[in-house]
Nanobody, 125 residues
Framework: VQLQASGGGLVQAGGSLRLSCVAS????????MTWFRQAPGKEREFVAA????????YYTDSVKGRFIISRDTAKNMVYLQMNRLEPEDTAVYYC???????????????????WGQGTLVTVSS
């Protein structure tokens, strides 16, 4: 699976952005899709995931109620709608995919087999 993320940019605090990640391959529906982010000088952190089978969604606490992850299986796309953005959301955002990851491992970047190249989100105050 090859992943390509897009949609980052510069936005004022309180604004919105939608990130997109397109995946190659005909078995897209079999992969759990996840967004991570990495701010300068910090470790890569889990943001949101959508499970491969049931489609259940999971979020880190700091984005709950503001971000929404979704997928369009027909288009091999996963999205991250980001609302009420804060300066603390500034980071490079990465999409990741894995076919066999278990729920207890969703938050661990090292458990994912496939990564996109990242897209920069900058939120100004």
């Amino acid at each position: 699976v090859q992943l390509q993320a897009s949609g980052g940019g510069l936005v004022q605090a309180g604004g919105s952005l939608r990130l997109s990640c397109v995946a190659s391959g005909r078995t897209f529906k079999d992969y759990t899709m996840t967004w991570f982010r990495q701010a300068p000088g910090k470790e890569r952190e889990f943001v949101a995931a959508i499970h491969r089978s049931a489609g259940n969604t999971y979020y880190t606490d700091s984005v709950k109620g503001r971000f929404i992850i979704s997928r369009d299986t027909a288009k091999n796309m996963v999205y991250l709608q980001m609302n009420r953005l804060e300066p603390e959301d500034t980071a490079v955002y990465y999409c990741a995919a894995d076919r066999s990851i278990i729920l207890s491992s969703l938050r661990y970047a090292s458990m994912y087999d496939y990564w996109g190249q990242g897209t920069l989100v900058t939120v100004s105050s």
